[in-house]
């Protein structure tokens, strides 16, 4: 059974930075494309972050992903948090290369909130 669980949100001022993770089991994290993905309330989920499989080629916009393939964990690494960074923060595997949609990722975590203050 695949099981993605995300931890390390919270609430933090604006400026200030947070490191989210990424745990898997059930699958090898080298072998599927993970991404970060954020759903601020009554918007629709949005991409945040990729790191295609089999590679380390990333593509995000403002924050850093990572992974470590020895802790089958993804991270990703925020700074310079703003007040319009706060939502729930999901991880999602998919088999292609890599994507920005949602639909093209085959499974999902339960999220982590990331509250930023003004």
């Known amino acids: 059974q695949v099981q993605l669980v995300e931890s390390g949100g919270g609430l933090v001022q604006a400026g200030g930075s947070l490191r989210l993770s990424c745990a898997a089991s059930?699958?090898?994290?080298?072998?599927?494309?993970m991404g970060w993905f954020r759903q601020a309330p009554g918007k629709e989920r949005e991409f945040v972050a990729a790191i295609e499989r089999n590679t380390y080629n990333k593509y995000y916009g403002g924050f850093t992903i990572s992974r470590d393939n020895g802790r089958n964990t993804v991270y990703l690494q925020m700074d310079s948090l703003k007040p319009e960074d706060t939502a729930v923060y999901y991880c999602?595997?998919?088999?292609?290369?890599?994507?920005?949609?949602?639909?093209?990722?085959?499974?999902w975590g339960q999220g982590t909130q990331v509250t930023v203050s003004s």
């Open positions: 999602g595997a998919s088999g292609t290369n890599w994507s920005s949609r949602t639909t093209e990722y085959d499974y």
């Open positions: 059930g699958l090898s994290i080298s072998t599927y494309s």
